[in-house]
């Protein structure tokens, strides 16, 4: 009896301790709110500021003067203005990219976790394109397609497929491993039904960390790109376009390479934090 006493306290406690922790995690709330902000900013802040080619004749005109909270650039256009526009360009192609990355490196995970001959050879080509760094790999891309929102899009669905098919992949082997496939099968249940209708959803909670760490990296990819002159073509607005042109005006106007760099380190920082405080209460639940 007090045996049984004491494993139902033991269990009691460690189930109030991952509750505090689930409850009292500061990353989770820190990531999802600069998560919110920046989609905030990205998709309702350009329905509110107007056009960010609009111009006015207060050129390079400090944050705060002129009632532009940010400033201007050279062209007097509002440094706000294309900041927001910046990051619901750089949203829509993350989005993008990593969206159709997720559904087709899933698919080449589950295949080839399925079947070991598909296995062989895609996961050699996966294996390849892993070889190379995200970013070099993108700057090849990129200089075979040309500049322009749909080769970034391409770009970075390229680098990221081989990603979420090894992510895919590891967990799917295991859980066909498990005795429920073994008993679907015995029910006649096809090979796509039992990977996607049992292992999937089983396998999903990996996949969604890795997006929001994916997002994240695809924010950057995007704005190394734009900075090198290979991505978005101005005079669309692109965060990393606003600070490779504000550069030169480093020290007559810095905010307008100060801003852009910061908006693109909340982004950044907003998914990382927030991938990296799913993962650990995945892992915490997991136990």
């Given at each position: 009896m007090a045996l049984l006493t004491r494993k139902y306290a033991i269990n009691d406690d460690m189930t109030s301790r991952v509750k505090t922790r689930h409850r009292l995690d500061p990353g989770l709330w820190i990531g999802t709110g600069l998560v919110g902000i920046v989609l905030v900013l990205g998709f309702i802040g350009p329905l509110i500021l107007g056009h960010p080619d609009a111009m006015s004749s207060f050129y390079l005109a400090p944050p705060g003067t002129h009632g532009f909270w940010l400033g201007t650039d050279q062209y007097g256009r509002s440094e706000l203005t294309r900041i927001v526009w910046g990051i619901r360009t750089s949203l829509e192609i993350s989005f993008s990219s990593i969206g159709v990355a997720v559904i087709i490196g899933t698919i080449i995970g589950l295949l080839s976790a399925a079947n070991r001959a598909f296995d062989l050879g895609m996961m050699r080509v996966m294996d390849v394109l892993l070889a190379f760094p995200a970013i070099l790999l993108a700057i090849g891309i990129m200089a075979m397609v040309g500049p322009g929102v749909a080769g970034v899009i391409e770009a970075i669905t390229i680098v990221y497929i081989p990603i979420f098919a090894r992510v895919s992949r590891a967990p799917a082997l295991e859980q066909l491993s498990k005795e429920f496939v073994e008993a679907g099968r015995s029910?006649?249940?096809?090979?796509?039904?039992?990977?996607?209708?049992?292992?999937?959803?089983?396998?999903?909670?990996?996949?969604?960390?890795?997006?929001?760490?994916?997002?994240?990296?695809a924010i950057l990819i995007e704005a190394a790109l734009s900075y090198l002159g290979l991505g978005v073509v101005p005079p669309a607005a692109s965060l990393g376009e606003l600070l490779r042109s504000g550069q030169s005006l480093m020290f007559t106007a810095p905010w307008t390479a100060i801003f852009p760099g910061i908006a693109i380190a909340i982004a950044v920082l907003g998914f990382n934090v927030l991938g990296d405080a799913v993962r650990d209460r995945s892992a915490v639940r997991g136990k």
């Amino acid at each position: 009896m007090a045996l049984l006493t004491r494993k139902y306290a033991i269990n009691d406690d460690m189930t109030s301790r991952v509750k505090t922790r689930h409850r009292l995690d500061p990353g989770l709330w820190i990531g999802t709110g600069l998560v919110g902000i920046v989609l905030v900013l990205g998709f309702i802040g350009p329905l509110i500021l107007g056009h960010p080619d609009a111009m006015s004749s207060f050129y390079l005109a400090p944050p705060g003067t002129h009632g532009f909270w940010l400033g201007t650039d050279q062209y007097g256009r509002s440094e706000l203005t294309r900041i927001v526009w910046g990051i619901r360009t750089s949203l829509e192609i993350s989005f993008s990219s990593i969206g159709v990355a997720v559904i087709i490196g899933t698919i080449i995970g589950l295949l080839s976790a399925a079947n070991r001959a598909f296995d062989l050879g895609m996961m050699r080509v996966m294996d390849v394109l892993l070889a190379f760094p995200a970013i070099l790999l993108a700057i090849g891309i990129m200089a075979m397609v040309g500049p322009g929102v749909a080769g970034v899009i391409e770009a970075i669905t390229i680098v990221y497929i081989p990603i979420f098919a090894r992510v895919s992949r590891a967990p799917a082997l295991e859980q066909l491993s498990k005795e429920f496939v073994e008993a679907g099968r015995s029910l006649g249940a096809s090979t796509s039904r039992i990977l996607f209708r049992h292992v999937l959803p089983n396998i999903w909670p990996v996949i969604v960390i890795q997006l929001s760490l994916g997002i994240s990296d695809a924010i950057l990819i995007e704005a190394a790109l734009s900075y090198l002159g290979l991505g978005v073509v101005p005079p669309a607005a692109s965060l990393g376009e606003l600070l490779r042109s504000g550069q030169s005006l480093m020290f007559t106007a810095p905010w307008t390479a100060i801003f852009p760099g910061i908006a693109i380190a909340i982004a950044v920082l907003g998914f990382n934090v927030l991938g990296d405080a799913v993962r650990d209460r995945s892992a915490v639940r997991g136990k």
